[in-house]
């Protein structure tokens, strides 16, 4: 059967991509799936200040009865909360309330993707051989997960990291993330995350599941 709704999907980069799928795929019943992408999506927009120049567009399209979801990480150092970065792309006082069409989804992982990802708390920690206590109970409320992750790694041996396949996640000179970052995270999300264990610890998430299980409600 064909989902319900198909959307244009766009994503800063691969481990959202890899995030968004898992979500969708975690909500759909795989005999009958509510939700689906067109081909080629999610695509990766390398940040999101594509993502909010296209913003016009998905609203156009929400007028034609086309379906976007959009997933953004919260820059914290530019907005404070999820409502004040979509009052920016809105071009809105910040005092206005938010108003979107129902075909246009935008939801905003507070505060990076990673909080998401870190949620999954015993995978997360499993997965990458770190102790669990060490992670944040929400990831949400901390201010620098990806840095809190690379601090964990780094407390580790050179040779130790080469043998587990991480040292080629972690950044060097002046990139954010290492040349194997992307494809290391990848396959965590996908073989191991779960949106529905990492929901119980990040409230962004829950909200984001939450706001597709209502459009399937609806």
Not at 3 to 20: C, G
Not at 155 to 171: F, I, T
Request: aromatic share 10%; glycine share 4%.
């Amino acid at each position: 059967m064909s989902p319900n709704i198909l959307f244009y999907a766009f994503v800063e980069d691969a481990p959202s991509q890899a995030v968004l799928r898992k979500i969708i795929g975690s909500l759909n019943d795989p005999e009958s799936p509510f939700f689906g992408f067109r081909d080629g999506y999610p695509t990766i927009m390398q940040g999101d200040s594509r993502i909010k120049k296209d913003f016009p567009a998905s609203l156009a399209m929400a007028d034609k009865g086309l379906y976007t979801l959009s997933l953004v990480d919260l820059d914290v150092y530019n907005h404070p909360c999820p409502p004040a970065l979509l009052r920016d792309w809105l071009g809105i006082a910040q005092n206005k309330s938010v108003s979107l069409p129902p075909q246009t989804v935008v939801r905003v992982a507070t505060r990076i993707v990673e909080s998401w990802i870190m949620a999954d708390r015993k995978k997360f920690a499993r997965y990458f051989d770190l102790t669990e206590s060490l992670l944040p109970t929400i990831p949400d409320e901390h201010l620098r997960p990806r840095k809190l992750f690379f601090d964990l790694l780094g407390k580790e041996k050179a040779s130790a990291l080469r043998n587990r396949g991480l040292a080629g996640m972690l950044p060097s000179r002046n990139a954010h993330i290492g040349p194997c970052y992307n494809e290391i995270m990848c396959d965590f999300i996908e073989r191991h995350w779960s949106p529905l264990r990492a929901e119980k610890n990040s409230p962004s998430l829950k909200r984001t599941m939450n706001r597709l299980r209502s459009m399937m409600e609806n």
